[in-house]
């Protein structure tokens, strides 16, 4: 057996490049919608109960943390659509080599920047 091997790997210490951070991201952001969706169901379910309901759901869009979760839930939304795209264009053979790829990571991010600001704006 091999007694040179590392033992705890503290990979605060590893340096990864922008594309993998923003695979990894993009990853994360479909966790986030997945679990989310749970929220968003039940303010549906909670909207078209009654008028009475929709107008209680309509009450709290108006509070700051509601609007905060919303505009989070948005951000991962977008995020996710904008690098879902990107990753569908490197599948297609586009972007493939390591400065490609970084390119394209710093398109999305700048996109997604962009979108989720523009998303805060109506949001808020």
């Known amino acids: 057996m091999n007694r040179n091997r590392p033992v705890n790997l503290d990979l605060t210490k590893f340096h990864f490049p922008l594309p993998a951070i923003t695979s990894i991201l993009f990853r994360v952001s479909g966790v986030i919608i997945f679990v989310m969706l749970g929220v968003l169901l039940y303010l549906l379910d909670s909207s078209l109960e009654s008028s009475e309901s929709f107008a209680r759901v309509e009450g709290w869009m108006d509070g700051f943390f509601v609007k905060f979760i919303v505009w989070g839930i948005l951000s991962a939304l977008l995020y996710h659509l904008v690098s879902g795209i990107k990753h569908l264009i490197q599948d297609m053979g586009y972007m493939e080599t390591m400065e ?3 390119i394209a990571a710093k398109v999305s991010i700048v996109i997604s920047i ?11």
């Open 100 to 102: 490609g790829a970084t």
């Open 114 to 124: 962009i979108l989720i600001v523009l998303a805060g704006v109506l949001v808020w």
